[in-house]
């Protein structure tokens, strides 16, 4: 196998990596919610985006890798993958400020997520009266110390290295 094959093996394993890794991620925080019955805030379901968009690109990058396309495709599509990891990153900092008091979340911070309000649509009405979303600057929980946002720090830290990685290494 010559170093060019190597390399296309080499970022699409880490392009696969990453999509599963990023899926598993945002996953999680679903099943939390819908399973949990853990209510997201704002913040939360705003930190999801970079993962839901990251998914995609990295499919992509695995394929463009797999196909054998010119190497500089799968090598930018993983680089965007660090940069959405980056700018879940700041979010998930920010987030994590605002639950520490550290400074002011959005005037706005609620949600419209209606997890674990009522199991049939005829309660439904009556479920969101009872029900007031979580304030962002309130950790819904916190597991070894950290709340989600605190594990989203984390997770997208060390998905934006492994993406800067792959992007950065050349044939």
């Known amino acids: 196998m010559t170093s060019t094959h190597g390399s296309a093996r080499f970022h699409m ?3 696969l990596f990453l999509a599963v ?3 598993v991620v945002v996953g999680t925080a679903l099943g939390f ?3 949990g019955g853990f209510i997201p ?3 939360c379901l705003e930190e999801r ?3 839901y968009t990251g998914v995609p690109v990295a499919l992509l990058a695995a394929i463009a890798a797999g196909m054998k396309m010119p190497a500089w495709i799968a090598r930018l599509l993983l680089a965007v993958v660090g940069l959405l990891m980056t700018v879940g990153l700041v979010m998930a900092v920010y987030h994590s400020g605002v639950e520490w008091h550290w400074w002011a979340g ?3 911070c609620s949600t419209s997520a209606t997890s674990g ?3 049939n649509a005829g309660d439904l009405l009556g479920a969101l009266d009872s029900v007031t979303p979580p304030a962002c600057d309130q950790a819904a929980g916190r597991f070894l110390g950290l709340s989600f946002a605190g594990w989203n720090v984390i997770s997208s830290l060390i998905l934006a290295a492994v ?3 792959a992007a950065l290494r050349k044939a």
Request: one cysteine or more; glycine letters at 0%; proline letters at 8%.
């Open 33 to 35: 919610e819908h399973i």
């Open 49 to 51: 985006i970079p993962y």
């Open 117 to 119: 309000l009522a199991s």
């Open 106 to 108: 959005p005037a706005d």
């Open 41 to 43: 805030c704002k913040l």
């Open 21 to 23: 890794a990023m899926a």
């Open 163 to 165: 993406a800067y990685r």
């Open 13 to 15: 394993m880490t392009a």
